[in-house]
């Protein structure tokens, strides 16, 4: 069965720092390209990058480049994203998910644009920045 366990959320202030954790199971990690999201309430679900454990490609949402990284263990089969210079704005819920990522990146001028097209779907982590 396919798992993906989000963690690491919580209140942060502006200008904070957080890293969120993505613990896979169920699948061969390092062949399935691996998406990190956010959901703000009343907003669509805006995809903020695609990474492959393989270290083919890593790309990001314009909203996540230059504060937010990813990276693997691949060891541990958990994926990260490291976010920087937080703001309010960044205030949602975090997911990571399995997707063609890889495959629509391209089609888009941005990622956010993208949507939400995974298949397999942690249960999410929330991130809240105060002003």
């Known amino acids: 069965e396919v798992q993906l366990v989000e963690s690491g959320g919580g209140l942060v202030q502006t200008g904070g720092s957080l890293r969120l954790s993505c613990a896979a199971s169920?699948?061969?990690?390092?062949?399935?390209?691996i998406g990190w999201f956010r959901q703000a309430p009343g907003k669509e679900r805006e995809n903020l990058s695609c990474?492959?454990?393989?270290?083919?490609?890593?790309y990001y949402a314009n909203s996540a480049k230059g504060r937010f990284t990813v990276s693997s263990d691949n060891g541990k089969k958990t994926i990260y994203l490291h976010m920087d210079n937080l703001k309010p704005e960044d205030t949602a819920v975090y997911y990571c998910a399995i997707g063609p990522c890889h495959l629509y990146y391209g089609d888009y001028d941005d990622l956010s644009a993208a949507g939400p097209k995974a298949f397999a779907w942690g249960q999410g982590t929330q991130v809240t920045v105060s002003s």
């Open positions: 990474f492959s454990s393989r270290g083919d490609f890593t």
């Open positions: 169920g699948f061969i990690f390092d062949e399935e390209p």
